[in-house]
């Protein structure tokens, strides 16, 4: 495993699931949340918000790293949709369980799904191996 490749698919990938987050669920979906305000913190523990995206961040990376063969951004992207597919199924439970409205429920999937396939396309991209009919020869000083 390269290890700087995957340190810095890593660390792009925090950043984007981070302000993706931000984005998708701390202000598209604020309306929608603050229906059911009773169920959320008036304001995120943030310490705990940044952890919990570096897991998420980290782990996710090493699937892509690990698990999907040299396929770089297409295959990274479509483990993506099925980890966001995963979540789904969370979702769905949560929703069982709590009292969330549909709109939350739909808003968390389609989020889930969109934040990780671009997140593996990054992951993909960044740590996507060099094709083998390709040589890297270093040029000599004359």
């Excluded at 479509?78 to 969330?100: C, K, N």
């Excluded at 934040?115 to 993909?124: D, E, K, L, M, S």
């Amino acid at each position: 495993m390269n290890w700087q490749k995957f340190f810095t698919a890593f660390i792009a990938a925090f950043i984007f699931l981070f302000v993706f987050g931000f984005l998708w669920y701390g202000t598209l979906m604020r309306p929608a949340h603050e229906e059911v305000s009773a169920l959320f913190k008036a304001k995120p523990d943030f310490p705990w918000l940044i952890l919990g995206h570096l897991v998420m961040a980290f782990f996710f990376a090493m699937l892509c790293v690990r698990f999907v063969p040299p396929g770089g951004i297409g295959a990274s992207a479509a483990l993506g949709i099925l980890v966001g597919l995963t979540y789904a199924g969370a979702h769905v439970v949560s929703f069982a369980v709590e009292p969330l409205t549909t709109k939350i429920l739909w808003g968390w999937i389609a989020g889930g799904v969109i934040q990780f396939a671009i997140a593996g396309a990054i992951v993909g991209a960044i740590y996507k191996p060099a094709p083998a009919h390709i040589t890297f020869v270093k040029e000599r000083s004359r």
